[in-house]
């Protein structure tokens, strides 16, 4: 097992000295040669570093991560599928990268192609009439189709619309995205078996309902059987049903939102579309809508004119208007794109297949080891819960997550949703070995009789790691008050490597 | 866990101390555990009205949030500076320094619908 | 069988036998009526050498990518270093989460650490948060922290902020019920801040350099939305001049942020670029998405978390400070070590030569007859020129040349037909300056040279 430097690797303010650094310009002159110097600010507090000190820096922080890559990852939600290196490969060609997003329309037709053709094709997959690219994320997706709904009521003359129904398994950007716009979220419960309380979602329509925001599969890994009637009742009290694509890797070519009765949704092309997560982000979260909501879609869309040539679309009068500064996140539709041209609908539905195979095999293989709450088959992920583990040895999920680092895995999503005590979610993907998830289950199951033996050996979990369990309580309460945040120079000397 | 025999308690486990028209207002050693390190603490000015049921402030833990809900309607007359600068103390001593707010009771102040220590440690023990 | 998944036809029945279901499809059944029906309307699915050449061909139809450019407006074509892309798209970083576990994500978590130590340095504020999208919706979040620091729901924007900027404002405005003030220009291409415009807002936002490229008198803006008791908002759509401007601290900004695509991301045709958000201790908790604060671990080694999770999304839900989950961690990263790699005096050196390339080329225009410079103010690296002809008309001439002649300013200031907005950066050579004056003199021949 590796041993990890005590002292970690020194921060990039800590190292370096001055006049280090690479020549990448010849010299132009100063700044004040240009301007006023009462324009200027007077230091620029910043280390310089020779490219080799950069280069060891970063590569042994790399060296501190977990990542797909480098480790089995079933970080349930967050579906963290293998990133095909073609994507990558794609989303660095120059034509790419190099292209101004103010570039007239006629120096863009590849890119504009690709992005009309993303549209069209996703508007395939999920059953909608039309696709905006422009959103970042999964949760900049929600906030967008929350302003859709908003000016849509408003539009009809129901402005008096206002409650968002949210079923309590849902993730924290829904209720958090409905109050953005003034909504006032209603938490609907979930039945004993993990499914949304249809009679309790019921007796909350009213002529205040707005939206309706379910994700199917839900976060217990479970298929919304009475989707169909949920959605009807919603439209029947007039409101709409938003799909939080979250869990779509589950139903990719197996089923569509738009035909389960969904008017609204978005998608994480970085969880369904193998996007890489980048450690926390660019994700994109393309919005989708039915035929009456499409025309609030934040603009421009991608249009194709009558001589074939393709061109960003301005004018669409009802449109919410752009929720970013430009189009979209563009390298990250082309690593999708390439995604999907290699697999065509079969090979989508077949990796949706596998996903569900995975889960539900793992689930099998752990039944007797945790305990699982729902009774049903799951989809793409499932629930186990160490509640029972807990009254009886005092070991808590945390614990077994822990324990799970030191032996190479990450540790699967914890204390999420909230309507399971002790909860771990489990999402292994398609992309992952059955020699994977047999070694997996075989970790976890060892970490389970050890909790059994010898408990308290469970809380001290990991040791291996490049740092042990961390003081999370003293981070939070230096936080707060601003300290703690940032490298902060010495108190004699303004500057890193003391210039 | 025992609970003080001098105040009364919520069920949302806040506990309170009335002496006359003031009522000293804490979360219970209970509440301390279930949310675990507490970082930040949330509290009114004083001088701020309170109505009995409603939220006064928010304690929050690194992994959790919480709010604080007013036993009792009156006017915030003080709040606990120490708590606010090392919100630890609500982990340590519940019951005492880590008091939240002290408040000059109105209106219908009357303690009906609170319960008393063996009341609250048995519904603790319900749950 | 399928793409990148792994399994034989062995494995699917050997763990369909474990699992007690009879075949992959009923396993994966969906309630009835609800199976796929439709013919779906994509292409049947491509060998991977094939993908390789169409994308290829996709990449190579963008022959704008190709050409000289003196466009900038928001998207500014720099030097990227390739130890950027070489060291911040290692595995380890690209195809890990949002570090949760900070066992397993120490990596991500210091470079997102050092990340708000180089955007607090560089505004010269106290902190600053893990990243957001893009400048655009920074500045979404920015005017949020004001509203929920002064309770107000008013907002001054001066029409010197980015136009899609201001786009993206309006359409959260309308949903969150904000009023929204435009503060108009003046000659000299500066905001006009008065008294009464600012009654009664929460915040004023100023872009400095602003979107004609000049650089606003943001400390007589500051104070006067401190008098009417909103907060400074300091917005940057061209990181590279924090390495010289006065910073937004300085200033008197409570709040700066914007977009910092210009360290070491590509134009990209908009995207992925990095939005950042920094701000005084006073409004910590008022900071949307990710923050990582230092700590030990239990054997009292550095080690860095996530923290005050308190205000987010997952942990708040509707009472989150912002329904924000996903930041931008990998381009942040890409900043890093940018930031890293070119060091504070690489940093200076780049911000002079843009200071130095921007001036030829004003001054090769402004040679032409009919060209001016169509503001005063001082500016950084663009610079509005006046046409002797419409804006609109040279620069689709100068397309079918080969040159993006750069942005004409009534794409977004409906009257401003003879105004174009230019860029240059240490990108753009002297003979690319030069062989464009040239092209203007043959373009407008009246415009020769006098």
């Known amino acids: 097992m590796r041993q990890w430097p005590k002292e970690g690797v020194p921060l990039l303010f800590e190292q370096g000295a001055p006049g280090r650094g690479s020549r990448f310009v010849e010299d132009a002159g100063r700044p004040e040669d240009f301007l006023d110097p009462a324009l200027l600010r007077r230091r620029l507090p910043l280390p310089d570093l020779a490219e080799p000190e950069v280069a060891r820096h970063f590569t042994r922080l790399s060296q501190r991560n977990f990542s797909v890559d480098g480790n089995f990852y079933p970080l349930g939600s967050c579906t963290m599928k293998y990133n095909p290196k073609l994507n990558e490969a794609a989303a660095a060609y120059e034509g790419f990268t190099e292209l101004h997003p103010f570039a007239p329309d006629a120096g863009a037709q590849g890119a504009l192609h690709l992005l009309w053709d993303m549209q069209r094709w996703l508007s395939e997959l999920f059953g909608m009439a039309e696709f905006s690219l422009m959103p970042a994320a999964g949760a900049h997706g929600e906030i967008t189709a929350m302003l859709m709904a908003k ?4 539009q009809i003359g129901q402005p008096e619309r206002h409650v968002c129904l949210v079923p309590d398994t849902a993730h924290g950007t829904n209720p958090a995205s409905a109050a953005m716009v003034g909504y006032r979220v209603v938490a609907i419960p979930s039945t004993r078996r993990g499914r949304t309380d249809v009679g309790a979602l019921r007796a909350r329509l009213d002529g205040a309902t707005a939206v309706c925001m379910m994700t199917n599969p839900n976060t217990l890994g479970l298929f919304e059987d009475d989707i169909v009637d949920i959605t009807r009742a919603v439209h029947d009290a007039g409101g709409l049903m938003y799909y939080d694509g979250a869990n779509a890797n589950a139903i990719v070519g197996l089923t569509r939102p738009g035909d389960m009765g969904f008017d609204l949704l978005h998608l994480n092309l970085h969880k369904t579309f193998s996007v890489p997560h980048g450690g926390g982000g660019p994700g994109s979260g393309p919005v989708g809508a039915s035929e009456r909501l499409a025309r609030y879609l934040p603009q421009p869309l991608v249009t194709r004119r009558g001589d074939g040539g393709f061109a960003l679309e301005w004018d669409r009068p009802d449109s919410i208007g752009p929720v970013r500064a430009f189009w979209s996140h563009f390298l990250a539709i082309v690593r999708a794109y390439a995604y999907i041209i290699v697999h065509g609908v079969e090979g989508l539905q077949a990796n949706s297949r596998l996903a569900v195979l995975n889960a539900n095999y793992v689930r099998a293989r752990l039944k007797g080891v945790l305990s699982v709450p729902y009774e049903d088959l799951c989809r793409h992920e499932f629930v186990c819960s160490a509640e029972d583990l807990k009254r009886a040895t005092g070991v808590r999920a945390l614990d077994l997550a ?95 490597n003391g210039t | 866990m025992s609970q003080p025999a001098d105040r009364f308690y919520t069920k949302e486990h806040e506990w309170v101390k009335i002496e006359g028209q003031t009522a000293t207002v804490g979360i219970t050693d209970y509440a301390q555990s279930s949310l675990g390190d507490i970082v930040y603490v949330e509290l009114p000015a004083p001088g701020a009205a309170l109505e009995r049921g409603k939220p006064l402030g928010v304690v929050e833990s690194v992994k959790a949030v919480s709010d604080i809900y007013a036993p009792l309607p009156g006017t ?43 009341a609250y440690a048995e519904f603790v023990r319900s749950l | 069988m399928s793409g990148y ?27 009835d009526g609800l199976e796929l029906r439709a013919h779906l309307d994509l292409p049947p699915p491509m060998p991977e050498s094939q993908a390789f050449a169409h994308l290829r061909r996709l990449a190579e139809a963008n022959q704008a990518a190709r050409m000289t450019s003196f466009l900038g407006a928001g998207a500014y074509r720099h030097y990227r270093p390739p130890a950027v892309s070489w060291f911040a798209t290692r595995s380890e970083f690209l195809t890990a989460y949002t ?92 905001t006009v801040c008065e008294e009464q415009a600012l009654d009664g807002v929460s915040c004023l936002a100023i872009q400095s350099p602003n979107f004609f490229g000049c650089i606003e008198d943001v400390p007589t803006a500051a104070r006067a939305v401190h008098a009417a008791g909103g907060l400074c908002i300091a917005v940057t759509a061209e990181a590279l001049a924090l390495a010289v401007l006065q910073t937004p601290r300085e200033a008197g900004a409570d709040i700066a942020l914007g977009e910092a695509q210009s360290f070491g991301l590509p134009v990209g045709y908009g995207g992925p670029y990095v939005g950042f958000i920094a701000t005084t201790r006073e409004h910590v908790r008022r900071l949307p998405g990710r923050l990582v604060g230092e700590t030990r671990d239990v054997d009292g080694r550095r080690a860095f978390v996530l923290t005050l999770q308190g205000r987010e ?41 843009n200071l130095e390339r921007a001036r030829r080329l004003r001054d ?62 240490e990108l753009t050579s002297p003979e690319d300056i030069a062989r464009f004056a040239r092209a203007v003199a043959a373009e407008v021949p009246h415009a020769a040279v006098a």
């Open chain 2, 76 to 118: 915030v007359a003080e709040v606990n500076a120490a708590v606010e600068d090392d919100p630890a103390l609500v982990n340590r001593d519940p019951f005492g320094e880590g008091w939240l707010i002290k408040v000059s009771l109105t209106g219908d102040a009357s303690p009906d619908g609170l319960l008393d220590a063996a």
């Open chain 1, 151 to 154: 000016k849509y009521f408003a």
């Open chain 3, 313 to 353: 999304q997952h942990i708040r839900r509707e009472l989150a400070t912002s329904n924000i989950c996903t930041n931008q961690a990998l381009c942040a990263l890409m900043a890093t070590v940018y930031l890293a790699t070119v060091g504070s005096h690489g940093l200076q050196a780049i911000a002079a030569t």
């Open chain 3, 99 to 190: 570090p949760y576990q900070a066992e397993a994500s120490q990596g991500t978590l210091q470079a997102i650490y050092e990340w708000q130590t180089y955007i607090s340095l560089l505004t010269g504020m106290d902190v600053s948060n893990a990243s957001l999208y893009d400048g655009a919706t920074a500045l979404v979040e920015g005017v949020i922290m004001a509203l929920h620091a002064t309770g107000k729901r008013r907002v001054a924007v001066s029409l010197g902020v980015h136009p899609m900027y201001r786009a993206v404002l309006a359409t959260y405005a309308a949903g969150m019920g904000l009023e929204v003030r435009e503060l108009p220009m003046d000659e000299r291409g500066l």
């Open chain 3, 5 to 31: 998944a792994p399994h034989t036809e062995r494995d699917i029945q050997a763990m369909l036998e474990v699992i007690g279901a009879p075949s992959l499809e009923a396993l994966s059944s969906v309630p």
């Open chain 3, 364 to 425: 090769a225009l402004c040679a032409l007859e009919g060209f001016s410079q169509t503001f005063a103010a001082p500016f950084f690296n663009e610079v509005c020129i006046r046409t002797p002809v419409a804006a609109e008309r040279l620069a689709a001439r100068f397309y079918e040349k080969g040159i993006l002649a750069g942005l004409p300013l009534s794409r977004f200031y409906p009257g401003r037909d003879n105004d174009l907005l230019v860029c240059a950066t």
């Open chain 1, 402 to 496: 822990k324990g799970l680092l030191d032996a190479g895995i990450h540790a699967p999503t914890m204390y999420w949703p909230h309507v399971v005590p002790e909860c771990l979610m489990i999402e292994p993907t398609e992309t992952e070995t059955k020699e994977t998830l047999d070694e997996f289950v075989r970790v976890l199951s060892s970490l389970v009789a050890r909790a059994r033996e010898d408990p308290s050996a469970l809380a001290a979990l990991p040791l291996h790691t490049p740092v042990r369990r961390v003081d999370e309580a003293q981070a939070g309460r230096l936080a707060n008050k601003g300290i703690g945040l940032r490298w902060e120079p010495p108190a004699a000397d303004a500057s890193p």
